[in-house]
């Protein structure tokens, strides 16, 4: 069992994330904007890994987990980044990014709960 933290602002979406997780054993926190999941982190600091979308209704979900300047992580949980695209997000500009940030996998919408089910348990090995 994961103690996952979700980073997806479309209802629909998390919804169908959580039931997936949930009937898999997993616990996930749901959070829909960068704010709120900075303050799930440093509140909780107890996930096994982090599922963010990319584009979060004008937000860079990426953003909270690009390498300091100095290369440093600015949070070391394992990524698990999903998209189903947005304003210049075609999938190779995601993939880099994804892998620029360190990003266990990239799952594109829709995907199916084997891919995400598979994701997890690669990110907390």
């Known amino acids: 069992m994961a103690n996952l933290l979700l980073i997806e602002d479309d209802p629909a979406v998390a919804e169908s994330i959580i039931f997936v997780l949930e009937n898999n054993n997993h616990q996930a926190t749901h959070v829909s904007n ?8 440093h509140q909780d600091n107890h996930f096994d890994a982090a599922i963010v979308d990319v584009w979060l209704s004008g937000e860079d979900g990426l953003s909270l987990f ?3 300047e100095d290369g440093s992580e600015k949070t070391n949980l394992p990524l698990i980044v999903i998209s189903g695209g947005g304003p210049g997000r075609t999938l190779e500009a995601v993939t880099a990014r994804a892998d620029a940030c360190g990003a266990v996998t990239v799952l594109y919408k829709p995907f199916s709960d084997e891919d995400l089910l598979g994701a997890i348990a690669k990110a907390i090995e």
Do not use: D, F, K, Y
Request: charged residues 20%.
């Open 66 to 68: 690009q390498r300091n």
């Open 34 to 41: 960068l704010e709120q999941a900075t303050h799930s982190i």
